[in-house]
């Protein structure tokens, strides 16, 4: 760890965004901006510790704001 703010953008290189799995080296961030939805990969494993807080962002696509009315930043 530096020390220094680390914010991720999508996910934490690093990262499986599918088993939450840290393959060699990992950003470990203690932000992660995400779009549409969180990946299953940052709520398991280690992903949480490795995402920090997860915030969500639309992206423009219409079905955002649906989407976004049903799910909560993590």
Known sequence: ???RLVIA???PSGL???TGTAWGACVE???TVTFIAPKAGMLKAKGPALCGRIIVEPIGFPAYN???RSTKNV
């Open 66 to 68: 649906k989407i976004r």
């Open 29 to 31: 961030a203690g932000t």
């Open 16 to 18: 499986d965004a599918d």
């Open 1 to 3: 760890a530096s020390g």
């Open 9 to 11: 953008v999508d996910i």
